[in-house]
C-alpha cells in the first residue's frame, strides 16, 4: 500500500510568505495537513483552511467503505453543519490525513471518530485525485467486508444505512450522494464486488 513519505525535519509552513500572505501566523487551533506530491513525498504542511480555500495544493485524505456479505454498502449522511455537502450520502467514512499521521493511522482514527469502529483488517483499492473549485485531495481508498456494530458520531453524521448496489444506481445524478461518492462508487465498484 503506497504511504507518505515524510521529510526527516518539519515540512516548510504554507502558505510561503508573499505580498498576500506577508508571514502571518496560523490560527492556534487550525488543523495542520501534509502537503503531497502524487508519489506520496510531503514537501509542506499548511493549515486546513488554506487547503480548501482555492489553492489546490494536493493534500491526503483516506476513504472507508463497509461492504456486507449481502453485497450491500454502508453510507454515511453528511451533518447538516458541513459546510461542504450538508445531508448528502456519502462514503461510509471520509477524513483528512493530519500533518505527521501515516495513511493507516488517519484512517483508524478516522474510523473511530466518525463510526466508533476500531477494530477492522482494511483491504487498500487504490489511489487517485479529487479536484474541485476548491482544492485538490489524493485520496486512499480502503474496503472492508463485514458487518460491524457502528456508531455514527452525531457531531460528524447525521445517520447512516445500508444500501443495495441497485439503490445506488437508482440515486446515481439526483442530489441524493455526494458527487465524489458517486465517481468513486462507479470507480472501485467491481473491485467490492470481488471482495463478496
Known amino acids: 500500500m503506497l504511504d507518505l513519505v515524510y521529510p526527516s525535519s518539519p515540512a516548510p509552513l504554507y502558505p510561503r510568505p508573499s505580498v498576500d500572505h506577508p508571514g502571518k501566523q496560523r490560527p492556534a487551533t487550525s488543523e495542520m495537513l501534509p502537503l503531497v506530491q502524487p508519489n506520496g513525498i510531503v514537501y509542506g ?37 458541513k459546510d461542504l455537502l450538508p445531508g448528502y450520502w456519502d462514503t461510509a467514512v471520509g477524513g483528512h490525513v493530519s500533518y505527521g499521521e501515516s495513511i493507516p493511522e488517519a484512517l483508524f482514527r478516522e474510523t473511530s471518530e466518525e463510526l466508533g469502529l476500531e477494530t477492522f483488517n482494511p483491504v487498500a483499492l487504490g489511489t ?25 458520531n452525531a457531531a460528524e453524521v447525521s445517520e447512516g444505512r445500508w444500501w443495495s448496489f441497485e439503490e445506488l444506481e437508482e440515486a446515481m445524478g439526483k442530489n441524493i450522494l455526494t458527487p465524489n461518492f458517486e465517481s468513486e462508487f462507479a470507480r472501485i465498484k467491481d473491485q467490492l464486488l470481488a471482495m463478496l
Not at 49 to 62: D, K, M, N
Open 128 to 152: 487517485y485525485i479529487w479536484e474541485t473549485e476548491r482544492d485538490s485531495e489524493f485520496v486512499f481508498v480502503h474496503a472492508i467486508v463485514g458487518h460491524p456494530t457502528l456508531r455514527p
Open 45 to 81: 504542511q499548511a493549515p486546513r483552511e488554506w487547503c480548501h480555500g482555492g489553492s489546490h495544493a494536493l493534500h491526503p485524505v483516506v476513504h472507508l467503505h463497509i461492504l456486507d456479505r449481502y453485497g450491500k454498502l454502508y453510507l454515511q449522511k453528511r451533518s447538516l453543519t
